[in-house]
């Protein structure tokens, strides 16, 4: 038996390595074009697939849908959730504290208020009165409050504002869910008590 070697059969040691680099370029790129990309021995048009179905292409994922801003319910049943977040709720006056504090809550919803602090005063209605406890903002009133999450802390909060607030007025509430208010609105349909149009308090104050 005759044994042809590379010399014999006219083809050189580099003629070898350009057939092979052919035989090589079919199978990884010949070949995968013609199966749809569905086949590669490196599993490199495998994963360019998976990417494909997973949304690089630019088509919906999923559920996208905006998440929606918290209630007043979740922020006091969950508030650990939201401190130092920024928030809008709306809510019911429930008790004016002082000139610098409110609760708010729902009505039918069972719990704790939340406690609104401003830094500036809220205003009275008429300022000539002088009549004690006479606020824009009246128990009953719906507004909406946008400020930042914590939990209420006496010392803290009269440090925060600037303002010293009556220990009597907030014996109990420590620990209480709190927002520290950068806006507070009176909404339409809220008790007008000199037929004003809706009131707002805007605060200037940096967190």
């Known amino acids: 038996m005759n044994k042809i070697t590379l010399r014999q059969s006219g083809i050189t040691a580099t003629g070898w390595i350009v057939i092979g680099a052919i035989a090589l370029l079919a199978i990884f790129v010949l070949i995968p074009a013609l199966t749809g990309g569905q086949f590669s021995p490196l599993g490199g048009a495998n994963e360019i697939l998976e990417e494909g179905r997973g949304g690089i292409t630019g088509e919906p994922q999923g559920d996208q849908t ?9 922020i006091v049943n969950n508030t650990d959730n939201y401190i130092g977040q ?3 709720v709306t809510g019911e006056v429930s008790e004016v504290l ?7 809550d729902e009505p039918g919803l069972f719990g704790e208020s939340l406690i ?19 606020y824009i903002f009246q128990q009953g009133d719906r507004v909406r409050v946008t400020g ?9 909060i009269e440090n925060q504002i600037g303002t010293d607030l009556d220990d009597a007025t907030f014996q109990g509430l420590e620990n209480n869910p709190a927002v520290i208010a ?12 000199d037929g004003t149009q809706p009131s707002s308090l805007q605060q200037n104050q940096t967190l």
């Open 148 to 156: 930042t999450v914590r939990r209420f802390n006496l010392t803290d």
């Open 66 to 74: 905006p998440a929606q801003p918290p209630t007043l319910d979740e």
């Open 182 to 193: 950068t806006r507070v609105e009176k909404l339409q349909g809220s008790n007008q008590q």
């Open 86 to 88: 920024q928030v809008t």
């Open 116 to 134: 609104v602090v401003t830094q500036n005063p809220i205003p009275q209605i008429n300022e000539m009165d002088q009549v004690q406890d006479d």
């Open 98 to 104: 002082s000139a610098n504090a409110m609760t708010i």
